[in-house]
């Protein structure tokens, strides 16, 4: 599992600036996991899931064309990107989960 501990959405955030920083930084991973440790969250769940505009509406399994991301959720607020939340609100309000063993994913419609 890998975590996004940086990426595009730092050059909108004021005390990290535009710079490409590696998210394989040892230090700051060791720090973010005993943050969450030490609040008893384990960081092997995902907190947020990745969304896709799909090409064919017909085909919706893993490894289908997208287009572009998802329309990002109040919370993230970035194209392509769901919280937990938002995606368990989708889920209550009706959309279909299919489990892929496969890619081991579950898919959202």
């Known amino acids: 599992m890998t975590y996004d501990i940086h990426g595009i959405w730092n050059s909108d955030i004021e005390s990290l600036d535009p710079y490409a920083c590696a998210h394989t930084n040892l230090t700051e991973i060791e720090q973010a996991l005993k943050l969450l440790w030490r609040n008893n969250i384990n960081p092997s ?9 799909i090409n064919d509406p017909s085909c919706m ?4 064309e997208f287009t572009a991301g998802g329309t990002g959720g109040t919370c993230t ?3 392509g990107v769901l919280s937990a939340h938002k995606i368990s609100e ?7 989960v299919t489990v892929d063993t496969t890619a081991a994913a579950a898919i959202v419609t």
């Open 45 to 53: 769940l995902g907190f947020y899931g990745r969304s896709f505009t």
């Open 61 to 64: 399994v893993s490894g289908c």
């Open 77 to 79: 607020g970035t194209a």
């Open 90 to 96: 989708i889920i209550k309000n009706g959309a279909t």
